[in-house]
């Protein structure tokens, strides 16, 4: 769940100066040097529509199209070492997996939603039927799918994707699993109530959050206080979202959800695990 906050040190000198120049040609592009005609207006000329400063919608489109592959390629770069990096987790998310599997079905079909390399989605295939995992990053997919062949389980599918996609039928989960993300998107209640309509009545949610506004230790605040500069800049593509957990808990009672279990997770960032009925 904090894996996004372990690879601080992984970030690598060309984004630095990539944003430098991009930055730099934006701010002139906006500051007006690139007019240099009179400001007067031309009597002949047709009014214009909008003042070209104003963002569009479609200047907006591109802006998150634009996040959403740096975002993509944040995770891709982190696919072939995010496993020796999860280690130093095994502990809390082992306890996790077994509350986790007190709640699976052999009948379920379950979406692992943000599987990354899918070392999880393949622990909890062995408790359910048909279990699906998902994530933005192609590289992390295909990790995940070469463990799958070479482990010969049949039960388990890896696609990359959002929750969005169309493909993802509403009513047809019986659980979703959402570790280590939520936190880390900034249209979660959007995403939170995509996960209501794709399960089925009665179905679970269960998920961990980092709960950042927390009390964590001075240097972890120092940590998370440097990304959120870092993320100010645009040194940093992740969006991080300050949650307090009773914030989490309000979020997905707020999409219909009933809360099962919540429990807070103290390890280095707080995080909380929360289960919860559609
Ligand atoms: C911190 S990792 C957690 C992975 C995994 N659930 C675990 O517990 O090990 C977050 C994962 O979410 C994926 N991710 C981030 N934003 C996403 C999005 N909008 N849709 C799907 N996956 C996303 C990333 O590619 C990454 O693999």
Request: positive net charge; hydrophobic residues 40%.
């Amino acid at each position: 769940m904090e894996t996004c906050l372990v690879f601080l040190p992984l970030i690598k000198l060309r984004w630095v100066t990539k944003y430098i120049f991009q930055s730099g040609v934006g701010a002139f592009s906006n500051c007006g040097f690139s007019h240099h005609r009179s400001v007067l207006p031309d009597r002949n000329e047709a009014p214009k529509s909008a003042p070209q400063h104003v963002p569009t919608v479609v200047q907006n489109a591109k802006k998150k199209v634009e996040m959403t592959l740096e975002i993509q390629k944040f995770w891709d770069r982190q696919a072939k070492r995010y496993d020796q990096a999860e280690k130093q987790f095994a502990t809390v998310y082992s306890d996790i997996i077994a509350k986790t599997c007190k709640y699976l079905n052999l009948k379920d079909n379950v979406l692992d939603y943000g599987c990354a390399t899918g070392s999880k989605t393949i622990e909890l295939a062995e408790k359910v039927k048909q279990i699906h995992g998902l994530d933005i990053s192609s590289e992390m997919i295909s990790e995940a799918i070469k463990k799958k062949n070479e482990l010969k389980i049949s039960n388990i599918s890896f696609t990359q994707g959002t929750i969005f996609d169309s493909d993802l039928e509403k009513n047809s989960f019986d659980t979703i699993i959402a570790y280590g993300i939520i936190h880390l998107l900034e249209d979660n209640q959007k995403v939170i109530q995509r996960i209501h309509e794709l399960l089925k009545q009665g179905g679970l949610f269960i998920s961990t959050t980092a709960c950042m506004k927390d009390k964590m230790a001075i240097k972890t605040r120092i940590k998370v206080t440097l990304y959120i500069l870092m993320k100010r800049l645009g040194i940093f593509p992740l969006h991080l979202n300050m949650f307090k957990s009773s914030d989490i808990e309000n979020i997905i009672m707020a999409q219909n959800f009933k809360l099962i279990e919540s429990e807070k997770i103290k390890d280095e960032i707080p995080a909380i695990f929360i289960i919860a009925r559609k």
